[in-house]
């Protein structure tokens, strides 16, 4: 579509006193202008087409059909660069005047000359910059590819109180809407709604500080202002609605940006507990101009404002949400950017290897020294290794994620249902003194002593005819293959002696070389005295609860050490990450591979630059809202 037929679409002629022929015949002068000051200064970009001249005088029209120009509107183009939006309505609409206001000179002197050459005498052209125009506009227009806020940030004194201000951004309408959400000041509880001693209501976002200001009072009832204070300072103060009825007395704590959390302007109100008093605070907030945080919108902002990455930002995630010491510990050391740091310097030696390959095919006619083939392929095998390293780690980090599986193994009726009940704490497996009762696992989580674990009862371990018990004597087999503990369960009644126990012992570890096997003797209770003393196991009684303590002690004994191997090292222990270095370790194959075989050097350079966007999706340095969504949705409100 060109300009003929896309104008009258946009603009209602019948509402504009100049002539539907005249208009367009100075819109098509002006993009041959714009064209021909373009060649000489780039005002809009390196080479313009006269469709891609179309396409921004449309662009600027459709202004028009958001925002009425009829009436003597007073309008200032911020940033104009060639013109854009300001000529284009200038011609459409002469009763309103246009300021047109570029920091560069070269351009103005343009735009005067284009302006002059078509008749406007509604535009005035400047050279400036924005902050030191003088003056007060119905409306601010910009097609600008900054961010922003700080062209809101910039233009704000120019802009009448009942005015408006317009910018023209991209097609990509997720993007300016999380742009357009980071202007706004959130708001949300940051504690656990209930009953307590104290609560916090936090803020953030660059009118926070103003915000609270409206609604703070000393006691001798004046306002609080807190303008003017010092970051990281605590004030008293008490929350005041509207109506002038109190909520609640308060400190106040101010941090400035960037030395926020969010590297916004943020505020933390330490009140009483209480879900009233929290709650009044929070619809005060909002009614003074706040929105209500989206789940862990404190800590998104934190990465886009780049005070965290994305993997220090899943950590925060994970620390909110660790049940375990472990758990705990691989979240600070993730919190703490070591993972963060390696797979930075990572990414940085991939784009490297990918530039030296690049080199090749872009001066290959050239009298240039490249990087031998060999050294090429001797950098992707490190790189390679270090990645299946870090994939690897990622099943050794399940007993981070999962917990230290122990699976308890013995004959029919030697109590390993009895056992799981006591310890879990309650009647989850059917107990029969009938043998062979139990016919498929059973696996339930427990902690203790800061471990999780993850209990798994078997189906007694004989031979059997019956098709069920034999698919649960298969079963449990399954079970007992990935455990880190077995526990192999006897029956303290058949008199198992010191010779059978040391029999058994070799069999079992070779069976489960990964797994530690502990031996306890159950049904303790039901011994006549004197009792073995130098039995090679731990004697108790599950159904009586005797010598369960011992047993507990053993297991998390074990965890630590369990634990410990995989703590030593860097862990992957995120899926995302887990998938994307799978991905990138699966490029860097092919790309060695067609290294080895004196492959396409554009495709080679094709599987490094995939394996660069990998590396680049875990720490954020790649991404997009799809992801971010996915990330931060799963936070609490007030992270």
């Known amino acids: 579509m060109n300009l003929t037929e896309s104008v009258p679409t946009l603009l209602n002629f019948s509402q504009i006193k100049e002539n539907e022929n005249a208009i367009i015949r100075k819109l098509l002068a002006y993009a041959e202008l714009l064209i021909e000051w373009n060649d000489k200064l780039n005002l809009v970009s390196r080479q313009l087409t006269k469709a891609q001249v179309w396409f921004h005088v449309v662009h600027s029209l459709l202004i028009s059909r958001f925002y009425s120009f009829e009436n003597s509107v007073q309008c200032v183009d911020i940033g104009t660069g060639g013109g854009l939006p300001g000529i284009p309505l200038a011609i ?82 997720a993007s300016v809407k999380q742009e357009i959400n980071q202007e706004e000041v959130i708001v949300a509880i940051a504690t656990t709604v209930g009953v307590g001693a104290l609560a916090i209501v936090r803020l953030s976002g660059k009118d926070a500080i103003e915000i609270v200001s409206k609604v703070l009072y000393k006691k001798n009832g004046q306002t609080l202002s807190l303008y003017h204070v010092p970051t990281h300072t605590a004030h ?63 800590t998104k902002r934190a990465f886009l404002n780049g005070k965290i990455d994305l993997t220090q930002a899943e950590a925060v995630g994970e620390l909110i949400h660790a049940k375990t010491y472990a758990m705990h510990r691989s979240a600070m050391v993730h919190l703490k950017g070591t993972l963060s740091k390696r797979l930075q310097q990572l990414r940085s030696e991939l784009i490297r290897a990918c530039a030296l390959l690049e080199l090749e095919f872009d001066f290959s006619e050239e009298d240039v020294e490249f990087q031998s083939r060999d050294d090429l392929r001797q950098m992707l095998d490190k790189f390679i290794q270090e990645l299946e390293q870090l994939v690897s780690s990622f099943e050794f980090s399940k007993v981070i994620r999962e917990g230290i599986k122990v699976t308890i193994i013995g004959k029919p009726n030697a109590g390993k249902s009895t056992l799981l009940n006591a310890l879990i704490g309650k009647e989850r497996a059917l107990v029969s003194a009938e043998a062979g009762t139990t016919r498929d696992y059973l696996q339930e989580p427990f902690y203790y002593g800061g471990v999780l674990f993850q209990i798994v009862d078997t189906a007694g371990l004989r031979e059997s005819d019956n098709i069920i018990e034999q698919e649960g004597i298969r079963r449990s087999k399954e079970q007992s293959a990935d455990a ?140 997009n809202n799809d992801i971010l969504n996915y990330i931060f949705e799963k936070f609490c409100i007030g992270k």
């Open 484 to 623: 880190q503990i077995i526990i192999y369960l006897f029956d303290l009644t058949h008199h198992l002696n010191i010779q059978e126990l040391n029999k058994i012992k070799p069999d079992l570890e070779k069976l489960y070389p990964e797994a530690k096997v502990l031996f306890v003797g159950n049904k303790l209770d039901l011994l006549k005295p004197p009792i073995v003393q130098d039995v090679p196991a731990i004697l108790i009684s599950a159904e009586k609860n005797i010598g369960l303590d011992c047993l507990l002690s053993e297991l998390k004994h074990l965890a630590e050490n369990s634990q410990a191997r995989t703590e030593g090292s860097l862990m992957v222990t995120n899926v995302r990450h887990y998938e994307a270095l799978s991905n990138a370790m699966s490029a860097l194959k092919e790309a060695n591979t067609l290294l080895s075989q004196n492959g396409n050097m554009e495709l080679t350079a094709s599987s490094l630059r995939a394996a660069v966007y990998e590396v680049g999706t875990i720490t954020g340095e790649v991404t």
């Open 92 to 173: 459409c609409f002469p009763q309103s005047t246009f300021q047109l206001v570029d920091s560069t000179a070269k351009k103005i002197i343009a735009c005067q000359d284009m302006c002059l050459r078509l008749g406007l005498s509604n535009v005035e052209c400047t050279a400036s910059r924005i902050e030191q125009v003088k003056g007060m506009f119905d409306v601010g227009l910009s097609k600008h590819v900054g961010k922003i806020n700080l062209m809101v940030r910039w233009s704000k004194h120019l802009i009448k109180p009942t005015g408006h201000l317009i910018i023209l951004k991209g097609h990509d309408q």
């Open 236 to 298: 008293h103060g008490y929350v005041v609605k509207p109506d002038g009825s109190l909520i609640d007395e308060v400190m106040v704590l101010v941090y400035r940006m960037p030395r926020s959390y969010t590297g916004e302007d943020s505020v933390e109100i330490n009140c009483h507990g209480g879900a009233l008093v929290t709650e009044e605070i929070l619809r005060t907030l909002i009614e003074a101009g706040c929105r209500l945080a989206e789940p862990g919108e404190f």
